[in-house]
């Protein structure tokens, strides 16, 4: 168990909808990474909030966004979701400002599937 | 330029035997190679990494091999176990972004 949590591990939605995934880091950790991993694109970097602020963006499609929020939790909103969008979703986290050197702790991940 | 070429995509190796898997990439400002291991239905975790500036690194049965000029890095497992069964990850970072190479679903037969 990497200590780091997310909710919920399952998501059946319809194309045109938007969701919500959320993200609990590790206690203390301040940085949090967002990730899409689906067979055909591989694993891909969303997007990374430190302490609150965005850091860095990857491959993040404008119909997702991310928020960090002051308990250091994590939400990423997928909207006017298609059927390519059917993925894990995972996040990560690490204890300091973010840098990539350091070890990131993964969730279990969100697994969604756009019908 | 920002991809990370991996290969090969699948791979068998007998217990006891050595796992080699390669990776490449084009954009020379990547300052750190990490490489993550998948059991399925988990996250990634990092398994080992490397900086440019080391040639060889290594842990325990695992270890990178960094090619500067070849623009090549590649993980090789030593006497590989069962446990060893995982899919791998290469990846390549620059300025807090990570582009993964597409995996290596690995196999050690018992």
């Known amino acids: 168990d990497s200590g780091v949590t997310q909710t919920p591990k399952h998501l059946i939605t319809a194309t045109g909808q938007r969701v919500t995934l959320r993200c609990s880091p590790r206690?203390?950790?301040?940085?949090v990474y967002w990730y899409q991993q689906s067979l055909d694109q591989g694993l891909q970097f969303l997007i990374h909030y430190y302490n609150g602020e965005e850091r860095a963006k990857g491959n993040i499609l404008e119909r997702f966004s991310a928020q960090q929020f002051p308990d250091l939790h994590s939400e990423l909103n997928l909207s006017s979701l298609e059927l390519g969008d059917s993925a894990l979703y995972f996040c990560?986290?690490?204890?300091?400002?973010?840098?990539?050197?350091?070890?990131?702790?993964f969730g279990p991940g969100t697994r969604l599937l756009v019908l | 330029q920002q991809q990370v070429k991996q290969s090969p995509q699948s791979l068998i190796v007998q217990k006891g035997g050595i796992s080699i898997i390669n990776c490449a990439y084009e954009n020379t400002a990547f300052d750190y190679f990490p490489w993550y291991q998948q059991f399925p239905g988990k996250g990634p975790a990092l398994l080992i990494a490397?900086?440019?500036?080391?040639s060889e690194k290594k842990e325990g049965r695992f270890t990178i091999s960094f090619n500067k000029s070849a623009k090549q890095f590649s993980l090789h497992i030593m006497d590989s176990q069962p446990g060893d069964s995982a899919t791998y990850f290469c990846a390549a970072s620059i300025n807090d972004k990570i582009i993964f190479g597409k995996g290596t679903r690995l196999h050690i037969l018992p």
């Open positions: 206690s203390g950790d301040l940085s």
């Open positions: 490397i900086r440019p500036d080391v």
């Open positions: 990560a986290s690490t204890r300091g400002r973010g840098r990539l050197q350091e070890t990131q702790y």
